[in-house]
């Protein structure tokens, strides 16, 4: 019998030709390999994330419009804090229900000013889909630790849920509690077309439907007051980091307090000297017009990166 042939040696053989074939093979691989990878790194968005599976509305979101050099203008601040201090003390009997539910300290930590600039900066850098703030460091979210210890909020217990007022009682809690006129009472309500009235009406910062909920909870545990602030802000931030919003509401002294705790560096604060260790976290700081700056918003971007 013949011996087998060399069949490496066929498919092999010392040539040149063979050898630049091989080269070309691998050359065209290689080639092929690079156009995927380029399709894949600019299958994201500019700046922000290649894989667009998981921050599913980054298109609608503020921080493409900024890459795209498209500034947004500047949001509205709707709070309520100065209001509520130009109205002077409540009426002792509401101010001796909200004190029973733990929620009287807010009143003395309300920001009056809010730093526009640093708030919408930080709001540029918050995702919903990942309730946090992307930042160079990672990410980062409000805690319940941090609503604790700034607010002093309960975060332990039962969550209420407020059932609607209708008119009638709303109307007469409006008598017995503001001592306002019935008729003055109903016009406002028909105004306003149900159990509510204006700030600017009302000698307090209360929301009608909630007068008859803090009666009874004054005579109840205690509620996680905490769990509800920190849901709401983040419903808040939700809607402010699209595009098309034109409003940061919530309760923007939890937001602008974290801020100042979590981000000395970039926040150039007053502390209060005379401030005690064992009151709210939030009364650490002093926040007036006076000691507000005028840093806008591309400011405190360019601090954050």
């Not at 930080?122 to 460091?137: C, D, G, I, N, Y």
């Not at 709210?280 to 918003?297: D, E, F, G, Q, S």
Request: glycine share 6%; charged share 20%; proline share 5%.
């Amino acid at each position: 019998m013949s011996p087998a042939p060399d069949v490496q040696a066929d498919v092999f053989p010392d040539d040149p030709m063979a050898s630049a074939d091989v080269e070309d093979i691998v050359a065209d691989i290689l080639a092929n390999t690079g156009v995927e990878a380029a399709e894949d790194e600019h299958e994201g968005f500019l700046g922000g994330p290649s894989d667009p599976s998981v921050l599913t509305q980054y298109a609608d979101h503020v921080a493409c419009s900024v890459w795209t050099g498209e500034e947004r203008l500047e949001l509205k601040l709707s709070s309520h804090g100065r209001k509520v201090h130009s109205l002077g003390r409540p009426v002792l009997t509401i101010e001796g229900l909200v004190a029973s539910t733990g929620l009287s300290p807010l009143i003395a930590c309300s920001v009056d000013t809010g730093a526009r600039g640093l708030l919408f900066s930080f709001v540029e850098r918050w995702h919903r889909e990942m309730s946090s703030f992307h930042l160079p460091v990672g990410e980062l979210t409000i805690m319940l630790d941090d609503v604790s210890s700034l607010l002093h909020l309960p975060v332990v217990g039962d969550l209420h849920a407020f059932q609607p007022l209708h008119v009638d009682d709303a109307v007469q809690m409006l008598v017995d509690l503001l001592m306002v006129s019935a008729e003055s009472s109903r016009a406002e309500t028909a105004q306003c077309r149900g159990p509510y009235v204006r700030l600017q009406w009302s000698a307090i910062n209360v929301h009608v439907v909630y007068l008859e909920a803090l009666r009874d909870l004054s005579m109840t545990e205690r509620y996680a007051w905490g769990v509800a602030a920190l849901v709401h802000m983040y419903d808040q931030l939700n809607d402010a980091s699209m595009s098309h919003s034109r409003q940061l509401d919530g309760y923007i002294t939890l937001l602008q307090y974290w801020i100042y705790k979590h981000f000395p560096p970039v926040v150039d604060s007053t502390v209060d000297q005379d401030y005690d260790e064992d009151s709210l976290r939030a009364c650490r700081w002093i926040v007036t017009k006076k000691t507000m700056n005028n840093i806008c918003t591309p400011a405190y971007r360019e601090h954050l990166d």
